[in-house]
């Protein structure tokens, strides 16, 4: 039982680390501006030549999409935190899949009960209802990330509190585009490939 518990795959890498360190990054530098504009002055000397180099890679902040009684560095600064918490995120996942070649997860396991219980045509539509949710997921986590660093679409705030929350809620979520993507990408693939066995390989299982 030890052996099998240590041999099993993992299905991701581990995300702790990169949703703790974000957060706590914004909350950090929430306070700062909460405590002195002096001190947030000397902070934004560090943190605004970081945030702009986010133009070298495509993601320049051209719009917070949070606004409020502070200045708009200060929102564009927060939004930027989040946006490399996302490309860390991101990175990190491009890097899983290469080493694994691009195969994801085995989830052979997950998608048994569901043959047994509902045949051949339940498992059909139950990946084809997880590949349709996961695309639409995908799709919402792209607008709202692409809507932090532009701006389509502005909330106002008025304190310190909702901002760095907000930025977990509307900015963070594009760290799933990669990794949600690509396994909507497999599955999809997946299903093309047992329909044209289905076709050309009468008899051919699912597995």
């Not at 490399?84 to 990175?91: K, S």
């Not at 994801?104 to 051949?120: L, Q, S």
């Not at 590949?131 to 997921?137: E, S």
């Not at 692409?146 to 809620?169: E, K, T, Y």
């Amino acid at each position: 039982m030890a052996i099998t518990l240590l041999n099993k795959e993992r299905t991701w890498f581990r995300q702790k680390p990169y949703v703790f360190t974000t957060t706590g990054l914004l909350i950090l530098y929430s306070l700062i501006a909460s405590s002195s504009p002096e001190t947030l002055a000397w902070v934004d000397q560090f943190i605004t030549p970081v945030v702009g180099g986010l133009r070298f890679i495509g993601l320049g902040i051209t719009k917070p999409f949070m606004d409020g009684p502070m200045p708009e560095q200060f929102y564009t600064n927060l939004v930027g935190i989040g946006v490399w918490g996302v490309v860390a995120y991101n990175v990190r996942s491009v890097l899983w899949f290469v080493m694994r070649g691009g195969r994801i997860a085995d989830r052979r396991e997950a998608w048994g009960p569901i043959r047994d219980k509902w045949g051949v045509t339940g498992l059909r539509l139950a990946i084809a209802g997880s590949v349709l949710f996961g695309a639409l997921f995908v799709c919402y986590c792209t607008l709202t990330f692409f809507n932090g660093i532009h701006g389509w679409l502005v909330f106002h705030v008025h304190d310190f509190i909702v901002p760095p929350a907000f930025v977990m809620m509307w900015v963070f979520p594009g760290a799933l585009i990669i990794g949600l993507g690509w396994t909507v990408i497999w599955y999809a693939g997946f299903m093309f490939l047992k329909l044209y066995q289905s076709f050309f390989h009468r008899g051919q299982k699912w597995h």
